[in-house]
């Protein structure tokens, strides 16, 4: 069970990675909720779209990465 929920999330994180990496900008403006500093963060991000799309390309990366490192059995 818990392979199978870290493959989901792995899974997560590889397709919000492959959001932000394809719409920078858009995916920065949707995510504009929450407390001030998580706005003042997601502003810096829709004001730099090539920062957006950076981290959304280590997200897939390490979402891969991680998915890769799980056993090919749930224990």
């Not at 998580?38 to 997200?59: C, D, I, S, T, Y």
Request: charged share 15%; aromatic share 6%.
């Amino acid at each position: 069970m818990q392979v199978r929920i870290a493959e989901s999330i792995a899974l997560v994180t590889i397709g919000d990675g492959v959001v932000a990496a394809l719409f920078p900008a858009r995916h920065a403006a949707r995510w504009m909720i929450g407390p001030d500093p998580e706005r003042r963060v997601m502003a810096k991000f829709l004001h730099h779209p090539g920062l957006m799309r950076a981290a959304g390309v280590v997200q897939v990366v390490a979402g891969i990465a991680w998915a890769a490192a799980l056993p090919p059995k749930p224990r």
